[in-house]
């Protein structure tokens, strides 16, 4: 089995700066992309940020200039770096990942449970 679990939210005011972690554990054969998209209540999912095993990285419009995503390939860990933080980019952010098990060796899709991200104007 594969997990993703996520850390590093919470409040913080407008301006302000967060770190979120995405670590990836189980059986892992190798990862390839890894991400972030996040979940605002009544909105779609949007896409946030994502990094390929050669770092290799791309953003969504809206987050643009403000957010570093990066990755320690070693320890199967994402990070993203939040600066200039606004009240829209409140919601539930989300990892993840596509990840090669040795049980199966395949690439699949994995997703976790997410972290709060409130920020108060």
């Known amino acids: 089995q594969v997990q993703l679990v996520e850390s590093g939210g919470g409040l913080v005011q407008a301006g302000g700066s967060l770190r979120l972690s995405c670590v990836a554990s189980g059986m892992i054969y190798a990862t390839n992309f890894m991400g972030w998209y996040r979940q605002a209540p009544g909105k779609q999912r949007e896409f946030i940020a994502s990094i390929t095993s050669d770092g290799v990285t791309n953003y969504g419009d809206s987050v643009k200039g403000r957010f570093t995503i990066s990755r320690d390939s070693s320890k199967n860990t994402m990070f993203l770096q939040m600066n200039s933080l606004k009240p829209d980019d409140t919601a539930v952010y989300l990892c993840?990942?596509?990840?090669?098990?040795?049980?199966?060796?395949?690439?699949?899709?994995?997703w976790g449970q997410g972290t709060q991200i409130t920020v108060s104007s």
């Open positions: 993840n990942a596509e990840i090669v098990s040795p049980l199966h060796m395949v690439p699949m899709d994995y």
